[in-house]
């Protein structure tokens, strides 16, 4: 899925592709080992709903909706450009499995809400799973959202916050500091866990956990995970400006070899 990101980031030159690298073990975990969905007919009825907030994250989503096998690995060539179903910034009107469009933070939470009542009305048994940023946690619909799904008891709802403390203004506690995040979300009535984002087996734990107290109606769980910026690949992950990055032309190869060369052990 990074090589998929890097592939994709080289088509425009440019891009979220600090956050895609940095969030692909949280995509990977919830697609591989939580999602139940039916890669054929992305529109089933019995899916479990994942709802990208951050929309421009998209890079990322493709990356996993390949490996997912819902969007040809082909077509992730097409990413960014005119009359792509893979535009970049997400969009459910374009891209199969798309749950909803994404621009403007601090909607996601609220449609996940939405949603989950929705499903539990029609007595389904599907999950609702929501992705969020930290910088997210900046907007006051999200804190309305999380506070509502608690008054709803919406157990079979799961959100996953990618803290890699960085967001377009620059560093999130410059920008407007919300530690003691756990507590907040805590004090929501949420069942917290928080985890490195880039492990993948205590990403795995973490979901299991979630998936144990998963009811339709219950205490909704929310998993926030510590990310790196450009995980895997050295020259990015020490990059200063890295909300939107700009990389070279010469400097993509490179990005792959570190990154090959990280999981072949040679690295980090």
Wanted: aromatic fraction near 8%.
């Amino acid at each position: 899925m990074r090589h998929h990101a890097l592939d994709m980031g080289e088509v425009q030159g440019q891009g979220y592709v600090g956050q895609a690298l940095g969030a692909a073990d949280m995509f990977a975990a919830v697609y591989a080992d939580q999602l139940r969905f039916r890669a054929e007919d992305p529109d089933w009825e019995g899916r479990d709903r994942f709802l990208l907030s951050t929309g421009h994250y998209a890079i990322g989503h493709y990356a996993a909706l390949a490996e997912a096998g819902i969007v040809p690995v082909s077509e992730l060539a097409t990413y960014g450009s005119d009359d792509s179903r893979l535009p970049m910034s997400g969009m459910s009107t374009y891209t199969p499995g798309m749950e909803i469009s994404g621009g403007s933070l601090g909607h996601g939470l609220t449609i996940a809400v939405g949603t989950a009542l929705g499903l539990r009305h029609r007595g389904s048994a599907a999950r609702v799973f929501n992705f969020l940023s930290d910088g997210e946690l900046d907007e006051g619909s999200t804190w309305e959202a999380a506070m509502g799904a608690h008054h709803h008891r919406l157990g079979h709802l799961t959100a996953m916050v990618d803290i890699n403390a960085l967001q377009a203004d620059g560093k999130t506690d410059t920008v407007l500091r919300t530690e003691p995040v756990a507590d907040k979300w805590a004090a929501c009535g949420w069942f917290v866990q928080r985890v490195d984002g880039n492990d993948v087996p205590a990403l795995l734990a973490a979901f299991d956990a979630a998936a144990a107290q998963a009811a339709p109606e219950g205490v909704p769980s929310v998993i926030l995970c510590d990310t790196r910026v450009g995980k895997g690949v050295p020259l990015l992950e020490e990059r200063e400006k890295a909300h939107f990055m700009r990389i070279e032309e010469n400097e993509w190869q490179i990005c792959r070899e570190q990154l090959a060369a990280g999981y072949q052990g040679e690295g980090k």
